[in-house]
T-cell receptor, first 112, second 118 residues
């Protein structure tokens, strides 16, 4: 059973455009929502994470928007660059639990 | 090296053979995870080690899969009698851990071992 649903599966964006990836979950006990970035041949790396006490978190060109009532959160990449081309995974977790539950990933391609 | 290392980077084996995959976590990290990443899929949790506590094996898909962590550091994932459906990238991650449950720690991933079962 997938704990978090991620969309789209793939995304193509022009350089300078905005990339948006969405995730949805059901279990309201989740209280930690990270995004991981994975380049080919590498392991995923934490990009940005949010807790449900805020609705938005921004780090450079990367922003997480969080909608607690809708149980959805999204990653926005502003001014997308070819170097952002990678696979992005959202994840959910509950404080005190042992593991993260990952989405199925979004393969982002930024065209120069 | 400062990161998580895994070996081998690639492993090709024949159906029915046993394989061992190794993970060296970041020094000082008490929590260690194994995940499986199949083509086009997300990361599937397999097993979690925290210090000297009994591991959380709830994600292991069958009794052909086992893992151990020696001395609270290096971990080995063993797959017995491999099947073609075991073909995937096996990722190891470590985190600082500490208190019970490390799900909200930043996990640092190794580059993975790509396993191909012919």
């Amino acid at each position: 059973q997938q704990q978090v649903k991620q969309s789209p599966q793939s995304l193509i964006v022009q350089k300078g455009g905005i990339s948006i990836i969405n995730c949805a979950y059901e279990n309201t006990a989740f209280d930690y929502f990270p995004w991981y970035q994975q380049f080919p041949g590498k392991g995923p790396a934490l990009l940005i994470a949010i807790r449900p006490d805020v609705s938005e978190k921004k780090e450079g060109r990367f922003t997480i928007s969080f909608n607690k009532s809708a149980k959805q959160f999204s990653l926005h990449i502003m001014d997308s660059q070819p170097g952002d081309s990678a696979t992005y995974f959202c994840a959910v977790a509950q404080t005190g639990a042992n593991n993260l539950f990952f989405g199925t990933g979004t393969r982002l391609t930024v065209i120069p | 090296g400062a990161g998580v290392s895994q070996s081998p980077s690639n492993k090709v084996t024949e159906k029915g053979k046993d394989v061992e995959l190794r993970c060296d976590p970041i020094s000082g990290h008490t929590a260690l995870y194994w995940y499986r990443q199949s083509l086009g899929q997300g990361l599937e949790f397999l097993i979690y080690f925290q210090g000297n506590s009994a591991p959380d094996k709830s994600g292991l898909p069958s009794d052909r899969f086992s893992a151990e962590r020696t001395g609270g550091s290096v971990s080995t994932l063993t797959i017995q009698r491999t099947q073609q459906e075991d073909s995937a990238v096996y990722l190891c991650a470590s985190s600082l851990g500490g208190l019970a449950g490390a799900s909200t720690d930043t996990q640092y991933f190794g580059p993975g071992t790509r396993l191909t079962v012919l």
